[in-house]
């Protein structure tokens, strides 16, 4: 007689995996969310809130703020078709689809609402520009660099520019790639460039550009992202693993703050971590492995999928966090080429995907909110710390969710223009393959 006590144990033991990984998986997708009792929030914003420049503005993929100009990375006019065909985050890539998206880089001064395409000078990348994240650092007040990530044929990189702000032009300056350890970069954070050092770290969501290994990845959730760090001095190296999609990063450039955040689409959290400053004591060696280091400081759970993160305030008091509350949606919105090849680009713009934008104060991250020492830091370093030291989540409030896509479709990355002589700032959401951008005014604190 067979004794029924191992099988019966086999099937408690997946069960005791399968059932939070369900639970999970049924809220990320939007399933247990009770979406009619923010109907009429969502009507009420319509006062405050419109979509601008449907013109020229669409699909951006990501927006930076510096000063009063968003920087974004954009489909060119006409360009939707190719793009849902050609797209590497998504595992799009057909080698045999001729015509290439021409994706811009694209300035957008708030003040005199004025957009300009940016030529891109010297670029050697003419045809083959499907952009995807970008990120902008002050060198001096008239001088820019603008680093942005393009996904080729063969492989995905990362191209630094040099730019004058309220110009029309762009400079290549160099391109980086290291397709072993970041097969797909998603989002880039440069740091202050004043020794030319080309310091920025890089996400990468997947470990596999296109195949089943990625798709089986990506439904099971898998922490296959990772953060790397490279500069001039360091070279390339792997900072952070096991995020699952590792997508949008953000942090504050200048001041004491050296906090990074981090986006887990496909986990439905952000990571928090704290960028090591190297100096002091250190001979040039140590220096050198431990520049760009980061500390696991905590991780914040979200009911959604982040895709857009950004700071607002001079300290970084605010994150605000877009993402696709019902990602199921946003692959029928994008249509074909991803994983819905019977879609046809005509009916995918048919599709409305949800939105859903939350801001969570920074304020009450890590152990030092509770009166801790650090203790997170300790845990990454192998001390559990004592038991006074510890972090909670904080509050995530959502402020917009957008069940039906009315206010902007499929909402992916998130600009916040700080507060000034007593008015609020606005607020700026894109979709990933709409037209124009959400533009809500006196919104933000």
Request: with cysteine; glycine share 10%.
């Amino acid at each position: 007689m067979v004794n029924p006590t191992p099988i019966v144990m086999a099937v408690i033991g997946i069960g005791q995996f399968l059932y939070p990984f369900a639970k999970r998986s049924w809220t990320l997708l939007g399933k247990s969310r009770a979406w009619t009792e923010h109907h009429s929030t969502i009507e009420e914003l319509t006062s405050t809130c419109s979509t601008v420049h449907s013109d020229v503005l669409h699909g951006c993929a990501d927006m930076k703020l510096h000063g009063r100009v968003i920087y974004a990375t954009c489909m060119a006019e006409g360009s939707r078709g190719k793009h849902r065909r050609w797209y590497s985050p998504q595992s799009a890539l057909r080698d045999e689809f001729i015509g290439k998206p021409k994706d811009e880089l694209i300035a957008w001064d708030l003040d005199t609402d004025k957009v300009t395409i940016i030529e891109l000078k010297d670029f050697p990348n003419v045809s083959d520009r499907t952009f995807h994240g970008l990120d902008v650092v002050e060198v001096t007040p008239h001088h820019l660099s603008i680093y942005v990530i393009n996904h080729l044929p063969h492989a995905s990189t990362i191209s630094k520019f040099s730019h004058q702000p309220h110009t029309s032009t762009a400079s290549h300056i160099k391109t980086f790639s290291n397709s072993s350890l970041v097969p797909n970069p998603h989002s880039v954070f440069a740091l202050p460039d004043e020794d030319n050092n080309n310091a920025f770290y890089v996400t990468s969501d997947h470990t596999e550009r296109t195949g089943w290994r990625r798709a089986v990845a990506t439904f099971l959730q898998r922490p296959h992202g990772q953060v790397i760090y490279h500069s001039d001095t360091a070279g390339w190296k792997q900072v952070t693993t096991f995020i699952s999609g590792a997508g949008a990063i953000t942090g504050l450039k200048t001041g004491i703050s050296k906090r990074l955040f981090v986006s887990e689409i496909l986990g439905g959290n952000v990571n928090v971590f704290d960028r090591k400053v190297t100096g002091g004591d250190l001979s040039v060696a140590d220096a050198s492995r431990a520049e760009g280091n980061l500390t696991w400081v905590q991780r914040i759970s979200l009911d959604f999928m982040p895709s857009g993160l950004a700071l607002q305030g001079t300290q970084g008091d605010d994150l605000y966090v877009a993402g696709l509350p019902k990602p199921l949606e946003f692959l029928a919105h994008q249509g074909e080429g991803l994983l819905l090849p019977g879609v046809s680009d005509h009916a995918a713009d048919k599709h409305s995907a949800a939105s859903l934008l939350a801001r969570i104060d920074t304020r009450q991250l890590g152990s030092k909110f509770f009166g801790g020492g650090g203790a997170d830091a300790k845990k990454a370093e192998g001390d559990e710390g004592s038991a006074t030291e510890y972090t909670s989540d904080p509050v995530v409030e959502e402020l917009i969710v957008d069940e039906f896509g009315k206010l902007v479709n499929a909402s992916y990355a998130v600009v916040v223009d700080r507060a000034r002589a007593g008015r609020k700032g606005d607020l700026f959401v894109s979709g990933l393959s709409g037209k124009g951008v959400l533009r809500c005014k006196h919104f933000a604190l």
